[in-house]
C-alpha cells in the first residue's frame, strides 16, 4: 500500500541532531509533534543535541562493583573482624556439640 493510497502524508520537518563524536542525525518529525531536546546517536549509543556547538557529553559510566566492595561501604574494618570472630565462634561450639555442619 503506497502513499497514494493512505491519503497525503503530514507535513514534515527535519532536525539534525550532533553527538560528542561528531555524528550528524537527520531526523524527520512532524510540523506538529514536540521535538525532543536530545536524541540517541544511532552510530554511537551517545546522546546527541541539536546544538552543534556544545554537544552533550557522554556519560559517566560507573566501574562495577564486587559484593566485598558493597560490603566494606558499610562496614569498618573492626566491624567486619567482630562479626567474623562472632561466627566463628558459633560455629566452633556447634561443632563442639556434635552438631553436622555441612
Known amino acids: 500500500m503506497g502513499e497514494a493510497e493512505r491519503g497525503e502524508a503530514a507535513p514534515r520537518q527535519n532536525i539534525t541532531y550532533f553527538c560528542s563524536h561528531e555524528h550528524r542525525t537527520l531526523i524527520a518529525f512532524a510540523i506538529e509533534a514536540v521535538v525532543p531536546e536530545s536524541w540517541d546517536c544511532p552510530r554511537c549509543g551517545l546522546p546527541a543535541s541539536m546544538d552543534s556547538d556544545n554537544p ?12 566485598l566492595a558493597y560490603v566494606k561501604e558499610r562496614r569498618s574494618d573492626a566491624e567486619a573482624k567482630d ?3 562472632e561466627a566463628l565462634s558459633t560455629l566452633r561450639q556447634r561443632r563442639k556439640s ?3 555442619i555441612f
Open 83 to 85: 562479626i567474623l570472630n
Open 56 to 67: 552533550p557529553p557522554a556519560p559517566k559510566i560507573e566501574p562495577y562493583k564486587t559484593h
Open 98 to 100: 556434635g552438631d553436622l
